[in-house]
């Protein structure tokens, strides 16, 4: 059953075994399992419960909908884009449906350096099969890769480069465009996009699951060292516009707005509550929360995986939005059983034509002729696998504030990574380089591409993005060092488990979904083989 | 089409604006739509998107985007030393002041610029008028089906 926040008109309460706290690749996935493991459930989500028939191609209008604060998310210094899904299905929504299962070198790092028990390959294996069962995972087919995939494989062939057409979580999809960044408008189980939304979702809903959306959970509820619950504000009527209510806790609520105190409240009372609010959000509530902090853990080791744009201008049409916008990338930089904790992939990019101009340099009549080149663009993401660790803390007013910076290494990989994805694009055929610095370098051949090493990576003069920011609760046998033990629950609170990409101890330098998957599956059944916690 | 955010005065910054950062002309009832005579203000359908965006924004977004409208038009006295607001500059001189936000050394000029190239082209870039240079991103990608 799903209620709406929107519908909402009185304080409600309720009493179950377990309260899942957002509802994206985490917990939709733990959702499921403890639901179908016959446990009662409730699920708060702090956005819309979205119909993709109403998904228009309309950026501004998608952006509010499917994204916290707008797409407009970033680090306290502005220097870094944080795109972070909201609504039933989190990012699962809006991502672009690589599903690449957690590299060996990665688990047997976070078994042996965080005494992380049961995370073998081998251990993890079971719920990344059922996580790719459920979500119908299967590879790309030739045919299905569009011009732009086409053109960055041969020039990574060219490179003698290693690549591979990746798997993804998607049916038939008669509406495949760029236009999936702004979701699928086809998405229904076995058709189009298949989101935790149109998934997990479903099926917990199947098994008792009451969902509740627009519904902004504020605290999670301890006593004595134990969970009791959460309790959360319905972002109903007038409330969800404007939606900077839906960021900020009562502690923001005191400017005198009428509208403001009107707010219905729900209480929920469990025995566990499973966190799963994305790796910004559940450490923000997890501190508003005054929770234990032993380790002084909680917020810090944030992972961004940040990216950085490389346009490659052809003589030929691209029309890079026309088709599956990712199905290759060139794995050739991330050798992670050599070196486990840098790198990063080659990845294609293609968007709506606002995100395009919002990655292309200079301003004026400058930017308007690169603009002329948008259906010859074929564009490379340099997607880093990060060492630098950034924190979350919240304000006075509850709100988060993200501060990340890059280290030097990590400043030379991209770099490094630029030069590359130029290389490949040139070996592609490109005539000119584009990159989203703030003033246009022009570059058209190989012996051009000093200049990006002379202009380096300096905050707000290139647009920096990020999609997986993870590690903010990590996972660890050590209290002091981590937030979370070996199965996800709280090392200072019993009942409290983490299940999204906060637990992760280090980056995972891949696409996470299905890590985030499988983790929360591993998790859920767990718990619910262990009832009561 | 009342707008829910900006004011006048903001209307005609962020008119300024985006003609300067897309490069572009507006016709000119949508550069002064709040002239003493006028009946009835125009807004251009950006303004009108970005009006409607920016009310969906959190507050502190809002706060920020409304400060560095202001800042930007009174920044010519601070910045190039000239006594017109941004509005005001010729088109040569607001390129030069627009460049000067641009390549700041400092960041928090940078940032601001880049915030508010970021949401002209999100405006100006969302209206089907600039279509034309895509044939459509609504097309079904024949390769997907």
């Not at chain 1, 465009?177 to 699928?184: D, K, M, N, Q, T």
């Amino acid at each position: 059953m799903t209620i709406q926040g929107r519908d909402v008109r009185q304080d409600l309460r309720e009493t179950v075994d377990v309260c899942v706290i957002g509802s994206g690749a985490g917990g939709a996935v733990a959702a499921k399992e403890l639901a179908q493991a016959g446990l009662s459930m409730v699920v708060l989500e702090a956005g819309e419960n979205h119909d993709p028939t109403t998904f228009s191609r309309h950026m501004p209008e998608m952006l509010l909908r499917l994204f916290w604060e707008g797409g407009m998310r970033t680090t306290h210094d502005g220097s870094v884009l944080i795109s972070q899904g909201r609504g039933v299905g989190g990012s699962t929504v809006h991502n672009l449906c690589y599903t690449v299962r957690t590299p060996d070198p990665i688990l047997e790092r976070w078994e042996t350096e965080f005494g992380i028990r049961d995370l073998a390959p081998s251990d993890l294996g079971p719920s990344l099969d059922r996580v790719e069962v459920a979500l119908g995972v299967k590879p790309i087919r030739e045919k299905q890769v569009n011009k732009l995939n086409r053109i960055i494989r041969q020039g990574c062939q060219a490179m003698n480069w290693r690549g591979v057409i990746q798997r993804h979580n998607r049916g038939p999809c008669p509406d495949c465009s760029a236009g999936c960044l702004l979701g699928c408008r086809a998405s229904q189980p076995g058709i189009g996009k298949q989101s935790m939304a149109v998934s997990y979702i479903p099926q917990a809903l199947a098994a008792g699951t009451r969902l509740y959306t627009d519904c902004f959970t504020e605290t999670i509820d301890v006593e004595n060292g134990r969970v009791v619950g959460a309790t959360a504000r319905f972002l109903s009527g007038d409330m969800r516009l404007p939606r900077q209510a839906d960021t900020q806790t009562d502690r923001s609520n005191d400017s005198g707005d009428k509208r403001r105190r009107e707010v219905c409240r729900l209480t929920v009372r469990s025995k566990a509550v499973v966190l799963a609010a994305g790796a910004i959000n559940s450490p923000q509530l997890w501190l508003n929360s005054c929770l234990p902090d032993p380790g002084k853990q909680v917020g810090r080791n944030l992972h961004l995986h940040p990216a950085i744009f490389v346009g490659g201008i052809f003589d030929e049409e691209v029309d890079a939005y026309q088709g599956i916008p990712q199905s290759f990338y060139v794995d050739h930089f991330l050798d992670l059983a050599r070196n486990p904790d840098s790198g990063y992939l080659l990845m294609p990019a293609s968007g709506p034509i606002a995100l395009v101009a919002a990655s292309m340099p200079s301003f004026g009549r400058e930017h308007r002729d690169l603009m002329q080149s948008y259906r010859s663009l074929a564009a490379l993401l340099v997607l880093l696998h990060d060492r630098s660790s950034g924190r979350v803390t919240v304000n006075r007013r509850g709100v988060p504030v993200i501060r990340y910076r890059l280290s030097r290494a990590d400043r030379a990989s991209l770099i490094e990574g630029l030069i590359h994805g130029a290389q490949l694009l040139f070996a592609a055929g490109a005539r000119e380089i584009t990159l989203p610095y703030t003033r246009r370098i022009v570059i058209k051949r190989d012996s051009d591409l000093e200049v990006i090493r002379q202009r380096g990576i300096v905050e707000n003069d290139i647009l920096i993005a990020s999609s997986h920011p993870q590690g903010t609760l990590r996972m660890g046998s050590v209290p002091r060092e981590s937030v979370v033990d070996s199965y996800g629950e709280a090392h200072a609170v019993k009942g409290l488990f983490v299940a999204d990409a906060s637990l992760f101890p280090t980056s995972i330098g891949i696409p996470p979904m299905l890590t985030i998957a499988a983790m929360a599956d591993r998790i859920a059944r767990r718990l619910a083989a262990n009832w009561p916690p | 089409m009342a707008l829910k955010f900006f004011s006048p005065t903001e209307v005609e910054i962020l008119t300024a604006l985006t003609e300067h950062m897309a490069g572009i002309d507006f016709p000119d009832v949508w550069k002064r739509p709040y002239g003493h005579e006028a009946p009835m203000p125009a807004h251009s359908p950006t303004v009108i998107t970005i009006d409607t965006f920016v009310v969906g924004l959190p507050l502190s977004l809002q706060v920020q985007l409304r400060r560095a409208l202001h800042l930007f038009q009174w920044g010519p006295i601070l910045f190039i030393g000239s006594l017109r607001p941004f509005t005001r500059l010729s088109p040569r001189d607001a390129e030069t002041y627009i460049r000067s936000w641009a390549e700041s050394r400092f960041g928090l000029r940078r940032r601001l610029f880049r915030g508010l190239r970021d949401v002209t082209f999100l405006g100006y870039y969302s209206q089907s008028a600039t279509g034309i240079y895509q044939t459509s991103t609504d097309e079904p990608g024949a390769e997907g089906r």
